[in-house]
């Protein structure tokens, strides 16, 4: 079946710095792929979706400059926080869609868990 | 503007029960419907996919039943084991977009 890998599972850095978050399709080219965030104890947020090729289109209330997402090939897509802060601090997932599965099917990544000190 | 519900939020039971998990969503033109599973600290795991089209999914003991007219959907659970033991989260696709509306999740317990 479909497969989507994310690394890393933990980061943890200083305030100011930034951080890169990848998400492959494995075995299948995902011509779309989503990045959520989730805070503890609430629903995943969806951030922004990314198509190969393209600018991403970010959610309302998500600062594009903040999140950069790169999508530059159809099995990997990148989100880097940048001069990530504590509040930035969160669970980040991926999803893509493709494959034998259909495009309206979405397989997720593990998560990354981001802790800014 | 489409909002998922679940119903309990948490749920304790012992080993061998069958139990329900309770979605419900507002807006009946739905294109699909996800049941995941979220360990503690981990990602999701795709459970049961229910397209508009269909009234229900089997898969083991996992039975996920859809009625779009009247905006539910329920996860059957028959004779649990603790290691059914995570967080259930049921998803919405409401638009060809493939975004996904989220419930809060049932939290579930099952003690040995």
């Known amino acids: 079946g479909a497969v989507v890998s994310q690394h890393p599972s933990r980061v943890i850095c200083k305030s100011g710095t930034s951080v890169k978050i990848e998400c492959r399709s494995l075995d299948f080219q995902a011509t779309t792929m989503f990045w959520y965030r989730q805070f503890p104890k609430q629903s995943l947020m969806l951030m922004a979706t990314?198509?190969?090729?393209?600018?991403?289109?970010?959610e309302q209330g998500v600062e594009k400059d903040k999140f950069l997402i790169n999508h530059a090939s159809l099995t990997l897509s990148t989100l880097t926080v940048t001069s990530a802060h504590p509040e930035d601090s969160s669970f980040y997932i991926c999803?893509?869609?493709?494959?034998?599965?259909?495009?309206?099917?979405?397989?997720f990544g593990a998560g990354s868990r981001l802790t800014v000190l | 503007k489409q909002e998922v519900t679940q119903i309990p939020a948490a749920l304790s039971v012992p080993e061998g029960e069958n139990l329900v998990l309770n979605c419900s969503f507002t807006?009946?033109?739905?294109?699909?419907l996800q049941w995941f599973r979220q360990d503690p600290g981990k990602g999701l795991t795709s459970l049961l996919l229910?397209?508009?089209s269909q009234r229900e999914q089997t898969s083991g003991r996992l039975n996920a039943s859809l009625d779009k007219s009247s905006g539910r959907s329920t996860l059957y659970i028959a004779a649990s084991q603790p290691g059914d033991s995570a967080t259930y989260l049921c998803?919405?696709?409401?638009?060809?977009?493939?975004?996904?509306?989220w419930g809060l999740g049932t939290s579930l317990a099952v003690n040995p």
């Open positions: 990314s198509n190969e090729g393209s600018k991403a289109t970010y």
């Open positions: 807006d009946s033109a739905i294109y699909n």
């Open positions: 229910i397209q508009s």
């Open positions: 998803a919405v696709n409401a638009g060809n977009n493939r975004k996904l509306i």
């Open positions: 999803s893509a869609s493709g494959g034998l599965s259909g495009a309206n099917v979405l397989t």
